[in-house]
Every structure is written in structure tokens, then in C-alpha cells.
């Protein structure tokens, strides 16, 4: 058993440090041939992010882990909101911009929505197991598509001024070496984490969806902590929000679409209670951007998050 925490810690760090890596020489390598810091922080800076919930699920999803797959998305996202912008709002208040307010957001929350119908084929059509099927998987991957397109045409909006990528210079032989690098880091640390957590649900008597929506979540989502925080400390308020808003969305669409073409993603009865919990943090995103003075989410709004955050994760852990 303390093996198995000690190489599921040594895992993250791995998968993190990898994902870290990969990102930085994925952009010097682009920056080097001249492409734009606003396709790079579309593209390469977007998907590293997400990179260490991707390798997770992936292999969860070779493995025939479906309670991880879908306990990995849905606690990324619970802690995304809940968690880190419950964090980040007590540091310092989080204003909002407008596009973040009216279309972001409630993309955010059509993601959630459209999982719990996704993932209703019980009512839908009577007899079947609720699953994310395959199709379903291309359904996610569409909308996905559609965000792309939708972020390509703000970033042409917003012009070259919005450019605050800090990006490390490489030479093209270093980059690719730190690719390499980083990419052996995701599939290693991906790789620790999955076995050992389920070595650990089995140990503990917990289901994989218990450690995928806590120990799992939490630790892929370190990236997108320190981006926040870093975000905070710096008072660029726009890029913690947008970051979190950003992965939930990236999160459902792609990362549980690509697991989902892999193999279909099996919904247990009590997914749903995920999945309700993910649509009511999104929905009090959206409803809290609206209870002060301007597009602001308060201090107090972020310790109403965190305390629900912790709620939940009681309520999981007692078996509740």
C-alpha cells in the first residue's frame, strides 16, 4: 500500500514535470518556425494543459476503467470550479469579461448538460445501459470543433496586443529532444498513476469512481492550480477564470470524446450525482457573475465554492 502511494505521488510529478516540458518546447520549437504566440497558446499551450487528464484517460480507457474515465473529467471539473476558482476568488476577486460572461461560461454549462443527456440512454431508449458510446464520442468531438473555430475568431478579434505568451527559447534540436522527453514523462507518469490507483481502490475497498473524482481529478489538475494562482498573484483575474472555464470545456468535449471513441465509457447510477454536482457548479458560475456590483465573482462567492467543494468531497469519502 505505501508503495502504491509513494509511485502514484512519483506519477504526478512525473506526468505534470512531463506536460510542463512538452508544452515549453512544443512552443519554442513552433516559435522558431514563426507561428503565431496566439495559435501556439490556442493549440499547444491549450491542449499541455489538459495534457496530464488526456494520458489518464487514455489509459483508463485501454484498461477498461470506465469509473476512472468518467470519475477523472467530472472531478477535474467540480474542482475546477468549486476548488481552484473558490481559491483564487478568496485571494482576490475575479472580473469577468464579457465574452467569458455570455458565451464561455454557458458553453461551459451546455457541456455539462449535454454529458447528463448523453448519458441517459436508459430514458432515452428504454432496455440499454447508459454509456458514452462511440457516436457519442464524435458528438463531443463536433462541439469540440465548434469551440476551436469559436477561439480562432475571437483571438483574429482581439489582434496581436493580447499576446502575453512567455515563451522559452530552444533551438530546433533542444525542442525536439524535450518533446521527446516530455511525451516519455506523460506516458510514464500516466501510466503510474492509473495502475496504482486502482491498486489502491482495491486495497481501500473504494470504487475507481471515488479516487478518480478525488486523488485522480485533483492531482491532473495541478496544472491548471498553478496557472490559476500564478494568474491571481499576477491580477490578471481574466486568464484564472478563462483557464478554468477553458479546461472544463476542453475536458467534456475532448478529452472524454476521444476516451469515449476508444471504448464506450460505461455510466454507473451513481455517475449521476457527478454529473448533476458538475451542472450545478457551472450553473453557480454563471448565476454568482450577477449577484454584485459588475461581472465580478466575490470573495464570499469563492468561499460559498470551496465550502461546497469540501462538502462533496465528505459526502463521497463517508459514503453519504
Do not use: H
Amino acid at each position: 500500500m505505501i508503495l502504491s502511494i509513494i509511485l502514484l505521488l512519483i506519477g504526478f510529478v512525473i506526468l505534470v514535470v512531463g506536460a510542463e516540458k512538452l508544452v515549453d518546447a512544443a512552443s519554442g520549437l513552433a516559435n522558431n518556425y514563426g507561428i503565431p504566440n496566439i495559435v501556439i497558446g490556442l493549440t499547444i499551450v491549450a491542449f499541455g494543459t489538459s495534457a496530464p487528464e488526456m494520458v489518464v484517460n487514455v489509459f483508463a480507457s485501454v484498461n477498461g476503467s470506465s469509473g476512472m474515465v468518467m470519475g477523472n473529467v467530472l472531478g477535474s471539473n467540480i474542482f475546477n470550479v468549486l476548488g481552484i476558482l473558490g481559491i483564487s476568488a478568496i485571494i482576490y476577486p475575479l472580473t469577468v469579461k464579457s465574452n467569458t460572461t455570455w458565451i464561455e461560461i454557458p458553453l461551459s454549462l451546455l457541456s455539462a448538460v449535454l454529458l447528463l443527456i448523453l448519458a441517459n440512454d436508459f430514458i432515452l431508449n428504454a432496455g440499454l445501459t447508459n454509456i458514452i458510446s462511440f457516436g457519442d464520442g464524435l458528438v463531443l468531438l463536433l462541439f469540440f470543433c465548434v469551440f476551436l473555430v469559436y477561439n480562432i475568431t475571437v483571438s483574429k478579434q482581439v489582434g496581436p496586443e493580447a499576446d502575453v505568451l512567455d515563451i522559452q527559447k530552444y533551438t530546433v534540436g533542444k525542442s525536439v529532444l524535450w518533446i521527446l522527453i516530455g511525451l516519455a514523462g506523460l506516458i510514464l507518469g500516466g501510466k503510474l498513476i492509473v495502475d496504482n490507483a486502482v491498486g489502491l481502490a482495491i486495497e481501500f475497498g473504494l470504487s475507481e469512481r471515488i479516487i478518480g473524482l478525488t486523488i485522480v481529478s485533483i492531482g491532473t489538475s495541478l496544472p491548471e492550480l498553478a496557472t490559476s494562482l500564478a494568474a491571481v498573484k499576477k491580477k490578471k483575474v481574466d486568464i484564472a477564470i478563462g483557464n478554468v472555464v477553458g479546461s472544463n470545456i476542453f475536458n467534456v468535449f475532448f478529452i472524454l470524446g476521444v476516451s469515449s471513441t476508444i471504448l464506450p465509457v460505461e455510466i454507473i447510477p451513481s455517475n449521476f450525482n457527478d454529473i448533476w454536482m458538475n451542472i450545478l457548479a457551472s450553473f453557480l458560475l454563471f448565476i454568482f457573475l450577477f449577484t454584485g456590483k459588475g461581472r465580478r465573482l466575490e470573495r464570499w462567492e469563492g468561499g460559498v465554492f470551496l465550502g461546497l467543494y469540501v462538502a462533496y468531497l465528505l459526502v463521497l469519502i463517508m459514503g453519504w
